[in-house]
């Protein structure tokens, strides 16, 4: 029975890779096959907010609980159930390669030793979410800006993650015009002490599609949040600016990468995991984001860790660049 629930796993990852749904997510530990459900999803976004918005579900005595989600690639998992099922060891290219590729991308560095298991799945074919930095100027980057009214109703401090909704009221290419829509909007005055509310101005990059989460803030690699207006319990007003348009900032990212073996190169990959040049590199939330491998297939690979010759390589080309 367990081969065949495997096989009929196998047989729906492949289905959902076909129609272009290439992400899966599930609750709980995916061993556990009596519980688990597989929903697909065609952008890591989507599978992302679903995620969200059932992480605090009611069980049957109406008490919140969360939940345990994962989201895998659905081209990860039928990898690793070929090794489960089939025990297929996939070809591996050396760490070496992989750091020296990752070392010479311009403008964005990537934490090479925070995560060396994130080198053996790259090494062994798989797609990776990894940590980035990269300095931008806000004043550079911006399209337009907007102005977003967020609240949510406050649970005694208990379950920060519940009743939040967000709305954008209005947009202009003008920041001064949203400063001056946001510190006069009288809406963030109410009498409701179980309710929070803020006004918040968010800059929307060039180029990018323009989303905001529940709770106001750009998804992805779409914006910044600049500037914040509201009013505590205490019906204490705060005005906080969190960024100088024309002073250099760095950008926390996490970026899909995978290796291209027919050509050896990385590449960077979007949230449909189309590649993509770093410019265009999508900021992920790697809360619920899962890629372990079986430990027993660890052990099976041949890898290299990177040296230290590497890494002094690495930081001169650093100080090339930048002295450059």
Known sequence: MEKEWWA????????LEEQGHRFVAFE????????????????????????????????????????NYHIHLTENL??????????????????????????????????????LRALYRLAAGRTELMDGVRLIVPSEEAARFHVVRHQHQDQGGLIYELGHSATITFSSESLSDCKQVMLQDDWIKHESKREIREVLIACEYKGKRFEIDDEGFPIGACGKV???RYIDGNDTEYNTD???????IKEQYAVFVKLLPDIGRVTFLDEQLAPCTVEAAFKCQRLYFCSEMDEALLGKLTVQHPSND??????????????G
């Open 242 to 248: 969190f960024v100088k348009m024309d002073e250099p």
């Open 78 to 115: 039928a990898a690793e159930l070929k090794w489960q099922m089939h025990g297929i060891v996939p070809s591996v290219t050396p760490q070496t390669d992989i750091v020296r590729e990752l070392s010479a991308i311009p403008n964005f560095s990537i934490n090479l030793t925070g995560d």
């Open 8 to 15: 009929a796993v196998e047989k729906e990852l492949g289905r």
């Open 28 to 67: 709980g530990a995916f061993r556990n096959r009596d519980q688990i459900q597989l929903i697909s999803f065609q952008t890591y976004n989507e599978a992302v907010k679903f995620c969200n918005r059932n992480a605090w579900v009611p069980d049957e005595e109406d008490q919140m609980r969360e939940g």
């Open 226 to 228: 600049i500037s914040s």
């Open 310 to 323: 590497d890494q002094h390589h690495h930081a001169q080309r650093q100080r090339g660049r930048q002295s």
